[in-house]
């Protein structure tokens, strides 16, 4: 069974840092790209990180400076830092695999609050 387990939200004033973490199962995770979404209330879920097997990263232009994801292949575990935090940040925040092999399992995010 495919799991995705979030965690290291919190509530952090606008310019902080958070570190999340995204504990995963039922995967291959050393082969997989992985990635990040967020969603805001009332706004669709969005991509925000991807990190492919080998390493390699892409953001889109709204955190790209500010956040960076990384992998633990050893744990199967998919991070993302996030600094300079922006209020329009704030967003549950998600990992799944990036693609055509993302998983219709999600898991219960982590809730991420930008004060101003």
């Known amino acids: 069974q495919v799991q995705f387990v979030e965690s290291g939200g919190g509530l952090v004033q606008a310019g902080g840092s958070l570190r999340l973490s995204c504990a995963t199962s039922g995967i291959t995770f050393n082969i997989n790209t992985m990635a990040w979404y967020r969603q805001a209330p009332g706004k669709q879920r969005e991509w925000v990180a991807a990190?492919?097997?080998?390493?390699?990263?892409n953001y889109p232009d709204s955190v790209k400076g500010r956040f960076t994801i990384s992998r633990d292949n050893a744990k199967n575990t998919v991070y993302l830092q996030m600094n300079s935090l922006k209020p329009e940040d704030t967003a549950v925040y998600y990992c799944n695999v990036y693609g055509v092999w993302q998983s219709k399992n999600w898991g219960q995010g982590t809730q991420v609050t930008v004060s101003s």
């Open positions: 990190v492919s097997s080998g390493g390699i990263t």
